[in-house]
C-alpha cells in the first residue's frame, strides 16, 4: 500500500485547510485509515480515523467539532476537512493505513502551519 499526501500549507488562525491521502496498491486490503500529526519536540499523535467498511469515525478530543474525516472508497481517498484552525494545530500531517493482516502503512507527511 502507497500513501500519498497533499494539501497542507499555510493558513491563518480560523481558517480552513482539506487534505487528502491518496492510496494505490494493494488497497482492497485497508481496514482502516487515519490521520496522525506530529509537532516538533512531541510524539506522532492520532487525530482522526475511520473504517473503511463501516464508515465509523473517531477524533482526538483537540480536534472535535473543527475536523472531518471522510473517504471516497471508489477512488481510494481520505480526506480531512480542518476548519477553524488554531497555531497549535500546525504540525505534520500523516495518513496511515491498516491492512488485515495488522500491519500500518505511512505516508510521507503535508507539513500544515497556523499562523496567529
Known amino acids: 500500500v502507497q500513501l500519498v499526501e497533499s494539501g497542507g500549507g499555510l493558513v491563518q488562525a480560523g481558517g480552513s485547510l482539506k487534505l487528502s491521502c491518496a492510496a494505490s496498491?494493494?488497497?482492497?486490503?485497508?481496514?482502516?485509515m487515519g490521520w496522525y500529526r506530529q509537532a516538533p519536540g512531541t510524539q506522532r499523535e492520532l487525530v482522526a480515523a475511520?473504517?473503511?467498511?463501516?464508515?465509523?469515525?473517531s477524533y482526538a478530543d483537540s480536534v472535535k467539532g473543527r475536523f472531518t474525516i471522510s473517504r471516497d472508497n471508489a477512488k481510494n481517498t481520505m480526506f480531512l476537512q480542518m476548519n477553524s484552525l488554531k497555531p497549535e494545530d500546525t504540525a505534520v500531517y500523516y495518513c496511515?493505513?491498516?491492512?488485515?493482516?495488522?500491519?500500518?502503512?505511512w505516508g510521507q507527511g503535508t507539513q500544515v502551519t497556523v499562523s496567529s
Open positions: 496511515n493505513a491498516i491492512v488485515g493482516s495488522g500491519r500500518g502503512y
Open positions: 496498491g494493494s488497497t482492497f486490503s485497508i481496514n482502516a
Open positions: 475511520i473504517t473503511i467498511g463501516g464508515g465509523r469515525r
